[in-house]
């Protein structure tokens, strides 16, 4: 006899993995602007990154190199100010723009 082919298509498969991955249903708003806006400040930890970042890039224009500038941008802790202002200008908080800007 025969078995019964239970899995799913590959579509399904595709869809289901889409829904899971990109749902907000688990996400903690309120949690997620507080962790943004801690991290647009540079202290401690976020100074010695940037200053090896800051390395780096010095390195690869010496050098002429594209790649090891485009990896210490990646490296660059300059992101959370960024992300905190697009925060701040999505919800509209003037003093996290301002802070974001002023980094």
Do not use: H, Y
């Not at 990646?74 to 905190?84: D, F, N, R, Y």
């Amino acid at each position: 006899m025969e078995e019964e082919n239970t899995r799913p298509s590959i579509g399904a498969q595709i869809r289901s993995f889409l829904i899971e991955t990109f749902t907000l249903d688990q996400v903690n708003f309120s949690q997620s602007i507080t962790d943004i806006k801690s991290g647009v400040s540079f202290k401690g930890f976020n100074i010695w990154i940037l200053i090896g970042s800051i390395l780096v890039c010095s390195l690869g224009l010496n050098m002429n190199s594209t790649a090891v500038v485009i990896g210490a941008m990646l490296i660059s802790p300059l992101i959370g100010p960024i992300v905190g202002l697009g925060l701040g200008i999505g919800i509209f908080d003037k003093k996290l723009i301002f802070r974001a800007l002023k980094i």
